[in-house]
Structure formats: structure tokens, C-alpha cells
């Protein structure tokens, strides 16, 4: 999260993106990870460019790093890895 600004509700096109979530009892800041991953996974050209201006960079790849492998399609991975700049040796990829 940008620590300069308060946190704005969920958009309406960012929700339909968190379909499993309950809406009325999300936290933008604790269920941040999931909102990350649902949105880089599922998200749309709006709600991408809301995730980046709602939390920091940083926030957005450790994310990837922790949980990409686990939660990200291959496709959204490898797109995310390469434009975040992660290398693919700093993905923590232990499964369940």
C-alpha cells in the first residue's frame, strides 16, 4: 500500500475479480495477498492498473515471489515474473 494515501473502497470492476471473497467482510490491507493474486491472475486492463495504484510494487512482488507458483496460472506467472522483473530462482514454489 502507497503509506502517502488511505486506501480506497473495492471498485465494482475489481470485484467481480474476487468472486469467493466476501465483499462486505474484505480488508484491503489484510487480504491483500489474495486480492494481489486474484487480480494479476484474473484481472483486466482497469483493475491492473487499480492493483498498482492501490499497493506498492514491492507488496505486489513478494506476492509472486511467495505465492505465484502456487496460485498463479503458468501463463500469468511467467507474464508477471518477466515484467516485475523476478528471476525465476526467487520463486518459492513448494506445494500443498
Given at each position: ?29 489484510k ?7 486474484n ?19 514491492p ?15 503458468p ?22
Amino acid at each position: 500500500m502507497w503509506y502517502n494515501q488511505a486506501m480506497q473502497p473495492l471498485p465494482k470492476n475489481v470485484q467481480k475479480f474476487l468472486w469467493s471473497a466476501d465483499l462486505a467482510k474484505l480488508d484491503l490491507d489484510k487480504s491483500k495477498t489474495r486480492i494481489i493474486l486474484n487480480v494479476l491472475n484474473l484481472g483486466d486492463w482497469a483493475a491492473t492498473g487499480w492493483l498498482f495504484s492501490q499497493y506498492s510494487r514491492p507488496d505486489i512482488i513478494d506476492a509472486v515471489i511467495n505465492y505465484g507458483a502456487k496460485e498463479l496460472s503458468p501463463k500469468s506467472l511467467n507474464y508477471w515474473r518477466l515484467l516485475l522483473n523476478i528471476r525465476e530462482k526467487d520463486l518459492i514454489v513448494t506445494r500443498f
